[in-house]
């Protein structure tokens, strides 16, 4: 029990379009990501799924039932919210029976279901607090709660970790992890952060301006990003991109140039690429690294910037004629405006179109 | 001791009195004293008996002339100090008046009459409380009646102010739908129509829906303040929508969602308001004036005024059933007066 | 109001007294059962259906009691005889109109057919200008008393604003007890040689104390809302205005006076609306005498509808018209400041 199915969903305010055609499966179980930059409606999806928002078009099925005109009520999800949203006149324990008190349970039942999420979730000390009286962490945990004692279908959580500090995040993050193991239950989780899409996700959907980029999990979309856009918002630092023009092209490969002028030849089998067509390569930073000098194997460049961070070092360079950032493991002595030459010699190179999709993942010769 | 004198009479810059010091503190004292005072003169006089009331100049304490049983006389008599012929003062009971004389006895020998000039003679006072005042209204008169028509009026018109107004808020807030806009012009329009422009057919819709002469006929036209709604308009727009969506997640109707999460929520907007409307409906007075014609139903701002209008006023019950009147406003004042200044700063509204 | 902060931030309230949940018991359980039939009604129509469940007893009473008035007022005012029910009054026209302006000369309400409207006219026309002038110059002072750096400043403020919240009966009375003839006035002249007077009596004394009386109950209204936007002027003007070494006088006119002027013409319109209906406190206070030297206009109409006979329903609404059209006038200048005093606070 907990599949979603979103056929042609359509959500508009009058004029403006919010969504535009999104189609996704969403298996029982799964614990499946929305993630992209703000306004590209993610939330919004979210919400249509929990019956919050009205669907102005497609079908939107929960357990093969269609529930487009089912209240929120009625669809046996939870939600975690951004604020929490914890009622704040109410007690913890409160807070945790309203829902169930709701849908008519006997006491008896309600007081088990609460002692057992408040074990789970180690919250049994404060339940007499009110929400004001609880730091945030705590009232994350209230939240998470008050979606647990329900048994929902599925638990739609959206930036529920936005409100925390950094520190708390990742400890958060991993719980939510091990909660999800241990309820086996299906979870929407929506989120403008990539790492956090990463390491909770079975699958991920990147969404920009009302439509899914792509679908996969975490490791499909870093390895083999769909287009650009992708490329760019999976993975930090973001992947570098080296605009150029295929120069020529051979059976085993093809030749690029760069922006200054510079040859890059590649390996890539099977492409349709005719000479003087524009594209991009794209390289993640940490993908490349420092050649010792042999400027046969690399490319030279000059440092602009050095970040030392102590297990790794962030080399910001300027090469091919344009911004390139690298990130080499251990500590290295590089100073501004020092010519070094960096090399990716077994990195995989992403090859995009003008268009910004896929074409392939180049080797470089 | 000195440093409290120095922190009280602290003033502007250095060490010498302004004359801007001069005329706050005499604007203050000045204007406690004519604010305070004629409600504190007319408590005091409520305790007055009617001769005590009579007199004139007043004093402020309410004084009765002390009186003695002395033997020999069936009624108690009134006691004097008088100044006799040799120059002595004595204390004596005066049996009777003729002319500018009067015949007294001293009570402790009752048997010799002595006579003594009026002028000569000033009345042994002492201070009591007439609380007859207040005590032969209520058993004599309606004004038990008066006072809890009153209340009945002031509790039930709250009530239904508090539940309609924090109903329409609520929608006016968290709703979006078409005529949202609209609703909203036409509250705050009514604020424009003041009770003296539609006096005489609010009369007679009252009077054909059956409402005359009847505390509901009072209470029904003031329960949908627009100020009210306001008030908790603005206040229920800081609850954040998104506890009403976890409500709404949470199973709860809407009206759940109106009773379990918005009206808790809003209780210190609708103590406010609670408030206002205690004040407004106590002090109503032209409305009940018109919409009461028989006396059983009076509150007591109308049983106050017909009876203060009679031709022969008797003012030691108006003046002590005005102090009661005046008991829970002042109530208010005391206890709540920040909760009212607060509330009216910010909104500017009365 | 003070905006207080929103809920999610406020500290949680300390748990209730038990004493009070007992109370509301009853309450919860009558608020619980009603449930039951909302929910089949949320269920029929919608959410949307239940927003206009919520708006509708409020709206509801608005349309019986203020708008419905408002047009048979108009009704009203068309039609004459002394029949109360609207299908028992015959149409005339303008006539209750033409009666009120039935003047021969203009400027003499004596010469007018209902003399008795001039005359409450007049009278609420110099009470408006004398009470809302002297008010405001009464509160304006007080207010920036009261924002002095003062010991006790909430004492003092609430020293002010104790009469606001006095009923007009009781105030009236209050007054009456101390401008009769024995009352304290005369105590407190007699020593300096005065003779007893009866001061209610005496037409230009009973006005002038009905403009006074009227001030004394309600300034502290004013100087509430004047205090709070004088409170609105940020300090650092004051200091800034001190170290350029600025007279206090013309720190007054240049800084504080126009700086308060947004507030201080809303209090201006506010206090005009009122004055316009002066009717509780005067009424018990003088009755509108000695004459009709008191007579205003809300208790022409009033006794010109409900007290004189044969009642004359057609010609109170009449005037009540007038007087309307003179609120919704002063009404429309009051919003058209607030909403100027918005933009500016926008931009």
């Not at chain 3, 089949?40 to 419905?68: D, E, H, R, S, W």
């Not at chain 3, 007699?190 to 230009?204: H, K, Q, V």
Request: aromatic share 10%; with cysteine; glycine share 8%.
């Amino acid at each position: 029990m907990g599949s979603i199915t979103l056929s042609n969903i359509q959500k508009s305010y009058g004029a403006v379009h919010v969504l535009h055609d999104i189609n996704l499966a969403i298996e029982e179980g799964e614990f499946v990501v929305f993630v992209g930059p703000s306004g590209c409606g993610k939330s919004t999806l979210l919400r249509v799924i929990a019956g919050l928002e009205k669907v102005t078009g497609g079908d939107l099925k929960i357990n093969g039932t269609r529930v487009n005109d089912v209240s929120a009520a009625d669809r046996g999800l939870a939600m975690v919210f951004q604020s929490y949203a914890l009622y704040p006149h109410m007690t913890v324990r409160q807070n945790l029976a309203f829902g169930l008190e709701n849908s008519g349970m006997p006491k008896p039942e309600i007081a088990t279901r609460i002692a057992e999420a408040a074990r789970m979730l180690e919250i049994d000390s404060y339940m007499d607090r009110r929400p004001g009286q609880l730091s945030g962490g705590q009232r994350q945990r209230v939240a998470i709660g008050r979606a647990i004692v329900r048994r929902p279908t599925a638990f739609l959580l959206d930036e529920p970790l936005s409100n925390l500090d950094a520190e708390l995040r990742v400890s958060t993050r991993a719980e939510i992890a091990a909660l999800h193991a241990r309820l086996k239950s299906t979870m929407i989780y929506v989120t403008h952060d990539q790492v956090e899409a990463m390491t909770l996700a079975n699958r991920i959907v990147v969404m920009r301006a009302g439509r899914i980029e792509q679908v996969g999990t975490p490791l499909d979309l870093y390895n083999e990003p769909a287009n650009r856009f992708v490329a760019g918002f999976i993975g930090a630092p973001h992947m570098n991109f080296i605009e150029a023009e295929v120069a020529g092209s051979s059976p085993d490969g093809l030749t690029l140039r760069a922006g200054d002028g510079t040859l890059i030849p590649v390996a890539l089998e099977g492409t349709a690429l005719k000479t003087g067509e524009a594209v991009s390569l794209g390289v993640r930073p940490q993908h490349i690294d420092l050649a010792n000098g042999d400027l046969s194997s690399g490319l030279a460049a000059s440092v602009r910037m050095v970040e030392a961070l102590g297990s790794e070092t962030v080399i910001h360079a300027e090469t091919l004629g344009q911004k390139l950032l690298a990130i080499v493991p251990g500590q290295r002595r590089l100073v501004a405006g020092e010519t070094i030459t960096l090399s990716w010699k077994n990195a995989p190179l992403h090859l995009f179109g003008a268009d910004g999709l896929r074409i392939g993942t180049a080797q470089p010769r | 001791m000195s440093t409290a004198i120095a922190f009280l009479t602290r003033r502007k810059g250095g060490k010498f009195w302004h004359w801007t010091d001069i005329v706050t503190w005499v604007w203050l004292i000045g204007g406690l004293i004519v604010m305070f005072g004629p409600a504190v003169w007319l408590t005091f006089s409520s305790f007055k008996t009617p001769a005590g009331l009579a007199e004139f100049p007043p004093s402020l304490l309410p004084y009765v002339t002390q009186q003695v049983r002395v033997e020999g006389y069936e009624k108690p008599l009134p006691l004097f100090n008088a100044k006799l012929a040799d120059g002595s003062t004595r204390v004596l009971a005066e049996v009777r008046r003729i002319g500018i004389v009067s015949q007294m006895v001293d009570p402790k020998a009752p048997g010799e009459i002595i006579k003594v000039r009026i002028g000569d003679r000033e009345p042994v006072r002492e201070i009591s409380f007439a609380t007859e005042n207040y005590t032969q209204p209520f058993m004599q008169f309606d004004f038990f009646r008066y006072l809890w028509n009153s209340v009945f009026v002031t509790v039930t018109a709250t009530l239904i102010t508090l539940i309609v107004n924090s109903m329409a808020a609520f929608a006016l807030s968290k709703y979006e739908f078409k005529g949202r806009n609209a609703a909203m012009l036409v509250i705050l329009a009514t604020l424009m129509v003041p009770l003296s422009v539609i006096l005489v057919p609010l009369y007679s819709i009252i009077s054909s829906v059956g409402l005359f002469n009847s505390l509901w006929g009072v209470i029904l036209p003031t329960v949908a303040t627009p100020t009210g709604v306001f008030i908790l308009r603005q206040y229920m727009l800081t609850i954040p929508d998104e506890l009403i969506d976890a409500a709404r997640m949470d199973k709860a109707s809407e009206w759940q969602i109106y009773w379990r999460i918005i009206v808790p929520l809003t209780a210190p907007a609708l103590a406010v308001l609670a408030i206002f409307s205690v004040v407004w409906r106590w002090n109503d007075f032209l409305w009940p004036l018109i919409v009461l014609s028989r006396r059983e139903l009076y509150t007591l701002q109308v049983g106050l005024s017909i009876y203060s209008g009679e031709l022969n006023v008797q003012w030691h019950y108006i003046l002590a059933m005005t102090v009661v009147t005046m008991i829970p406003v002042v109530l208010v004042f005391i206890f709540l007066q920040r909760f009212i200044t607060t509330g009216i700063a910010g909104s500017g509204l009365k | 109001m003070a905006q207080p902060k929103p809920p999610s931030e406020r500290p949680a309230a300390p748990q209730r007294h038990d004493w009070l949940s007992v109370l509301l018991q009853p309450v919860h359980l009558v608020m619980g059962l009603a449930d039951y039939p909302l929910r089949y009604l949320q269920k029929k129509t919608g959410i949307g259906g239940m927003a206009a469940f919520f708006l509708a007893p409020n709206m509801l009473i608005f349309a019986i009691f203020v708008l419905l008035p408002l047009v048979i007022n108009l009704i009203y005012s068309v039609t004459g005889g002394s029949a109360l029910f609207l299908d028992e009054r015959s149409f005339v026209g303008a006539d209750q109109y033409r009666q009120i302006f039935d003047c021969t000369n203009y400027l003499d309400p004596m010469s007018c057919q209902e003399d008795a409207f001039w005359t409450a006219v007049g009278n609420t026309f110099w009470f408006v200008v004398l009470q809302v002038s002297l008010m405001i110059l009464v509160s304006l002072i007080t207010a920036l008393i009261l924002n002095r750096e003062l010991i006790g400043r909430s004492f003092w403020r609430a020293v002010f604003f104790f009469p606001v919240l006095l009923s007009p009966v009781v105030v009236g009375l209050i007054w009456r007890w101390i401008l009769q003839r024995q009352g304290l006035l005369n105590s407190m002249l007699y020593p300096l040689g005065f003779e007893p007077y009866t001061w209610l009596s005496d037409r230009t004394f009973a006005f002038a104390a009905v403009v006074g009386v009227s001030i004394w109950a309600h300034m502290g209204f004013y100087t509430l809302i004047l205090l709070a936007g004088l409170q609105a002027i940020p300090k650092d003007l004051y200091e800034a205005a001190e170290m350029d070494g600025t007279k206090p006088a013309r720190i007054f006119w240049r800084i504080t006076l126009p700086l308060l002027m947004p507030n201080l013409l809303v209090v201006i319109v506010l206090a005009l609306i009122k004055a316009v209906q002066v009717f509780d406190e005067v009424f018990v206070l003088t009755g509108g005498g000695p004459g009709t030297s008191t007579l205003f206009l809300t208790q022409y109409i009033y006794e010109t509808g409900f007290v004189s006979l044969p009642r004359n329903a057609g010609l109170a609404a009449a005037a009540s018209i007038l007087m309307g059209l003179v609120l919704v006038v002063l009404t429309l200048l009051q919003l058209g400041i607030a909403r100027k005093n918005e933009n500016k606070g926008k931009r």
